[in-house]
């Protein structure tokens, strides 16, 4: 792959530009990137980032929302949105020729939404839905309370989604002032990826995005990391399912592309420790996972597998036997092949124009520059058996973080606890 290039621009309301050329591309990806999600919400408006990001697409003062459909699918488009807890995101993916009315487009979203009373009322039984979806999902639960268990009452385990009460009661007025506080030029990135004319792109995104506000730091103060345990039965699950994992540093920290690194030996393939023990050599669960993930606040290093309800404290003494062992001494081998997948996994992200925006800004957020594909792929060449070892050491002396839940024994809290005793030591 050729050296990676990178156009910066900054607006004089603080909005920031990227361009990142892709010239074997056939399409371009345009994005704009707000840093705004659940971690920047008071508890009491937990869910309003995605309520907002829903609404957006409902009507602007330009358009209706049948017009922002019909704008977007005219040109053959790809739209979509999405929340997470540190940015929302708006993007699509056309003909290179279109970049430039694309981030025109996306602009009349961010820039002048109208909220229209009729639509949130319909847009809040459509949201209750996905919540109703949400809540019936033993993993979703897993995660939300694996969260609870590592932030305690912080922004940061609020969940994205928000919950029923406050989806039930958010009104236009808070949806208003929200964007008016959050929507702002320093929390703002717009860029673009693919074959595209940058000079063209960069003039209309210029001077769609310049009406924008200044200001607007979302900074947030960090969360403490707990390393407790919750436990929750749902009925209509056959399964216990189990989230297990601790704190690793946010983005950008020293040890990130250690954690990824840790994640691939452990847990990355059929082939991996994680999947041999649970899967192949135990019978004890179908699927197991392992992934180190990272946002501007905080990361996490997280497990997750399902099993029979009365196999979940073996499945649970398995994987921390595997932790222990990883934390004493990493296969050569082992090594050798997480670095490969590693490699080969950020090269085909590399090539998705969208993941390459959303990393960009990302790292704009949180480093004010982006890294270069070069400067990760040296980052991890240079990661060594000791590296790896010591995201296991540091994972295990903070004390680990359990969530359980589906179908429990009887006292499988109390269970839970005296193990996660254990996994303190």
């Known amino acids: 792959m050729s050296p990676s290039k990178t156009t910066l621009a900054t607006l004089a309301n603080g909005v920031r530009l990227v361009t990142l050329p892709l010239p074997a591309a056939t399409t371009a990806g345009v994005a704009v990137f707000i840093r705004s999600g659940s971690a920047h919400e008071s508890r009491a408006v937990n869910g309003i980032s995605h309520m907002v990001e829903h609404m957006l697409f409902k009507g602007t003062a330009t358009r209706d929302a049948r017009r922002i459909n019909v704008d977007a699918e005219a040109l053959g488009v790809e739209v979509n949105a999405h929340t997470d807890r540190d940015h929302t995101a708006f993007y699509m993916r056309g003909l290179p020729e279109h970049a430039g009315e694309a981030a025109r487009m996306l602009a009349d979203l961010v820039t002048v939404p109208s909220f229209p009373a009729d639509e949130l009322e319909r847009e809040r039984q459509v949201l209750l839905q996905e919540l109703a979806e949400d809540e019936d999902d033993p993993v979703s639960s897993a995660y939300k309370l694996f969260d609870s268990a590592c932030y305690g ?8 989604i928000g919950t029923r009460t406050r989806v039930q009661r958010l009104a236009r007025d808070e949806l208003v002032q929200y964007v008016q506080r959050q929507y702002r030029g320093d929390n703002i990135v717009v860029g673009a990826a693919g074959a595209f004319d940058e ?88 699927h197991a996972s392992c992934a180190a993930e990272v946002q501007d606040l905080c990361g996490q290093f997280i497990i997750e597998t399902s099993t ?14 595997l932790l222990h062992a990883h934390a004493g001494s990493i296969d050569a081998a082992e090594l050798s092949r997480a670095h490969n997948q590693l490699r080969v996994r950020r090269l085909r992200d590399a090539e998705k124009p969208l993941r390459r925006l959303e990393d960009a800004a990302l790292d704009l957020f949180t480093l004010g520059r982006v890294r270069s594909i ?14 790896v070892r010591g995201v296991f050491e540091r994972l295990l002396h903070a004390r680990l973080s359990l969530a359980f839940t589906g179908s429990l024994k009887r006292a499988a809290g109390q269970r839970a606890r005296e193990r996660h005793a254990v996994l303190a030591r």
């Open 153 to 160: 009452l912080h922004a940061a385990a609020l969940p994205v």
């Open 199 to 286: 000079d063209s792109f960069l003039l209309a995104a210029t001077q769609a995005f310049a009406s924008l506000p200044a200001g607007g730091s979302a900074r947030v103060e960090p969360p403490a990391y707990l390393g407790d345990v919750r436990t929750r039965a749902q009925e209509g699950s056959s399964q216990t399912h189990a989230v297990l994992g601790g704190a690793i540093g946010p983005r950008g920290d020293a040890a990130e592309d250690a954690a990824a690194l840790a994640a691939a030996v452990l847990g990355e393939g059929m082939s991996s420790p994680l999947l041999h023990e649970l899967r192949e050599k135990r019978g004890l669960a179908y």
């Open 308 to 321: 029979a309800p009365e196999r979940a404290n073996e499945c649970l003494d398995v994987v921390l036997a």
């Open 374 to 387: 070069e400067e990760r792929a040296a980052a991890l060449d240079a990661l060594d058996a000791q590296a």
